[in-house]
C-alpha cells in the first residue's frame, strides 16, 4: 500500500520566518508528487514535481523532490500570515495514476 | 471557467439515513475523484471515475458508492449512515489522469455531519 508521511504535523511560526515543510513517500511506480495549500476547504494545487521537473519555484515557495530519498520538501520565505494553511503532499502511481495524500501539515503563521 | 461545483455544501442526517452527493467537474475535465477528510485521518481516497467507469476505489466498505454520468457529472451515496461518516467530502476533477495531467481541481466540499 501506497504512504506518504508529512512532517511536522503542525508548525507555528512568526511572520517573516522561513519555513521547511517535509514530506517522504513509499509507492509503487512512483510517477509525480504534488503539493496543494488548503486554507477554508478546497486545496489548491501549489506545485508538482516529476523526474523530470525535480524543482519548482513560485515566489516565496519553492519545493524540490530528491528521488533517491523518496522525499520532497516546500520551503516558504519571508512568511505571512496568509501562508497559514494546511499544507498537503500528494504521490501518484503510475500503473493506475491513483493518489495517495499524507495528512497534512498544519502551518499557522503568527504576526 | 467555471471550477469544481459540489452540492449541497452543507447537509445534516441521523444514523440509519443515507445521503447522495453531487458533483459537476470543470468543464471538459473527464476524471473525477472523491475524498474524505477528517481531522485525524487526512484526506483518504474513496474512488475516481473516468468515463462512466470507476476505475480506481480507496478501501472504503461498500456503503459508499459512486456513479459518473455521460457529461462527467457525479454523484456518490453514502448508506446507512453512522457517526464516523461525519467528514468533509471532496470532490476533484482533472483532465485525464492516463496522460499524466494528474493536477486535481478540487471543489468546496459537502460538510457532512450525523447525528
Known amino acids: 500500500e501506497d504512504k506518504v508521511v508529512q512532517s511536522p504535523l503542525s508548525l507555528v511560526v512568526h511572520e517573516g520566518d522561513t519555513v521547511t515543510l517535509n514530506c517522504s513517500y513509499e509507492v509503487t511506480n512512483f510517477r509525480s508528487l504534488l503539493w496543494y495549500k488548503q486554507e477554508k476547504k478546497a486545496p489548491t494545487f501549489l506545485f508538482m514535481l516529476?523526474?523530470?521537473?525535480i524543482e519548482k519555484k513560485s515566489g516565496r515557495l519553492s519545493s524540490i523532490l530528491d528521488k533517491k530519498e523518496l522525499s520532497s520538501i516546500l520551503n516558504i520565505t519571508a512568511t505571512q500570515t496568509g501562508d497559514s494553511a494546511i499544507y498537503l503532499c500528494a504521490v501518484v502511481r503510475g500503473s493506475n495514476y491513483k493518489l495517495t495524500f499524507g495528512k497534512g501539515t498544519l502551518l499557522t503563521v503568527n504576526p | 471557467k467555471a471550477g469544481v461545483t459540489q452540492t449541497p455544501r452543507y447537509l445534516i442526517k441521523t444514523r440509519g439515513q443515507q445521503v447522495t452527493l453531487s458533483c459537476s467537474p470543470i468543464?471538459?475535465?473527464?476524471?473525477v475523484s472523491w475524498y474524505q477528510q477528517t481531522p485525524g485521518q487526512g484526506l483518504q481516497f474513496l474512488f475516481e471515475y473516468f468515463s462512466e467507469t470507476q476505475r480506481n476505489k480507496g478501501n472504503f466498505p461498500g456503503r459508499f458508492s459512486g456513479r459518473q454520468f455521460s457529461n462527467s457529472r457525479s454523484e456518490m451515496n453514502v448508506s446507512t449512515l453512522e457517526l464516523g461518516d461525519s467528514a468533509l467530502y471532496l470532490c476533484a476533477s482533472s483532465l485525464d489522469s492516463v496522460s499524466g495531467a494528474n493536477v486535481l481541481t478540487f471543489g468546496a466540499g459537502s460538510r457532512l455531519t450525523v447525528l
Open positions: 468543464s471538459g475535465h473527464r476524471s
Open positions: 516529476t523526474s523530470s521537473g
